[in-house]
DNA sequence: GCGGCGGTGATACACTGTAACAAAGCCGTG
DNA sequence: CACGGCTTTGTTACAGTGTATCACCGCCGC
């Protein structure tokens, strides 16, 4: 099993994010363009869940104006190449935190105090899950798990101010 | 446990969920209008997935426009009866197969093909989430879990044409 | 009657996402 | 090098989703 302990105890650091996709697309033949670049930089920078249009404006200066739709192509590659996951509940995105095959069961752990998204995955929840789905005669192609609540810095933050 | 077989096996009836949606606000002395009743009418109806505006434009006529907006309001309160569901992943509305308490974990399994969506739940999922949680140190106040795929009879129907 | 309250209507607006087409860059072949 | 095909990006327009605000209505209690 593999998992997540604390509150971006293992986030990857903006620089490694970008590392690694840069030699994820090499690796792949595919294009890391400077605007597909930019965004996952702001992405990973942000600290928490971005939606399409504050990233658009997080990248647009004066003169240089980066329409949303340009965003949302990049963040289209950029999912498809799990290097960013979409939150349903949020319309928002945030970095992949580590290298998950894409369809893995991944977790999804939004804090709605400080707003950050950890990342957890678990064997046995998708193993039961995957129980569950047999015993009603579904099969699945694509599952969505998205947890809200308290991580735990901001707990303590609370009971301790 | 308590969970879901085939597709719709269970869904209540459209009079069904509009006699307990009455009995229930009776009950809690809330005000079922006719506009509410009109919207809960309009999910229970439709088989599948409803967004807000199919829902707007199903409930008006010439010479009757129902806004967006009130339609809305009534899922909004509908939602907070647990009389509908939000499905995240398509913005879009269910009417509640059974009385859930709110918060209740409930599964929905979304089928691709159809466009049904069946609710199962499950206490082993429920209880290795739970486990996984606190593991990892966090809190929950409300969880989504949607599954998309295909549902038994869609899945028969494609193999056997 | 009168005031308060919840529900509805109506308008406006912000946010989210996609379609369609044009322009620019890359890369192979002849 | 020229050419043609491909992907990426820019631009505009638009569809879909959701909220804020104010006015109006009806009901209930005083």
Redesign the pocket.
């Known amino acids: 099993m593999h998992r997540h302990e604390g509150h971006d105890a293992c986030h990857a650091g903006t620089g490694d994010t970008l590392a690694r996709a840069e030699a994820l697309c090499r690796e792949r033949g ?2 890391f ?4 670049r930019e965004v996952l930089e702001a992405v990973a920078e942000a600290g928490k869940a971005q ?4 990233i658009a404006e997080r990248l647009s200066a004066p003169g240089k ?6 965003v ?3 963040l ?2 950029l999912m498809e190449q799990g290097l960013v996951h ?1 939150i349903a509940s949020r ?2 995105f945030i970095p992949c935190a580590h290298g998950h095959a894409p369809g893995e069961g991944v977790i999804f752990l939004i804090c709605r105090t400080c707003g950050g998204v950890d990342e957890a995955s678990s064997e046995e929840v998708e193993g039961s899950l995957g129980r569950t789905l047999e015993r009603a005669g579904f099969t699945p192609t694509h599952s969505i798990l998205e947890v809200e609540g308290d991580c735990g810095a901001c707990r303590e933050r609370k009971q301790a101010p």
């Open positions: 595919l294009q363009t400077p605007l597909r939606g399409a249009y504050d104006r980066v329409a949303p739709v340009s949302y192509r990049a289209d590659f979409r319309n928002a």
